[in-house]
C-alpha cells in the first residue's frame, strides 16, 4: 500500500502544467530558483512552492548555495515518472539576470 502512496504524492507532483515545465528545463542540468522566475514569469515564492511539492515528491533534488537553491532532478526515478519525463520536450531560453542559455 506504501507504494501506491507514493505514485500518488508523485502522479499529483507532476500534473499541473508549470511544474511540467520545470522539469522540461531540469532536463539539461541543475538550475537555480532565480532562473526559473524569469523563464516561467511566475512570482519567486510560487516557483519555490511548485519546486518544493517536486522536491517533496522525490522528483528533484535541491541544493543550498549562498543565497539561492538550486534545483536538479533526481538520478533514480520511478519508472512512470521517468517516463513522463523523457516525453517532456527540452525547454531551453537564455536568462537575462545571469546571460547564461538554460
Given amino acids: 500500500m506504501e507504494s501506491i502512496d507514493v505514485m500518488v504524492v508523485q502522479l499529483k507532483a507532476v500534473s499541473d502544467p508549470n511544474r511540467l515545465k520545470l522539469l522540461s528545463y531540469l532536463k539539461k542540468g541543475e538550475v537555480c530558483v532565480c532562473e526559473f522566475v524569469e523563464l516561467l514569469n511566475i512570482s519567486q515564492p510560487a516557483v519555490s512552492q511548485q519546486l518544493k511539492k517536486l522536491k ?47
Fill in 56 to 102: 517533496d515528491a522525490g522528483i528533484v533534488l535541491e541544493r543550498k548555495k549562498g543565497t539561492w537553491k538550486h534545483y536538479r532532478l533526481n538520478d533514480v526515478q520511478q519508472p512512470y515518472i521517468q517516463a513522463i519525463i523523457d516525453q517532456l520536450d527540452i525547454q531551453t531560453t537564455s536568462c537575462s539576470d545571469c546571460s547564461r542559455t538554460i
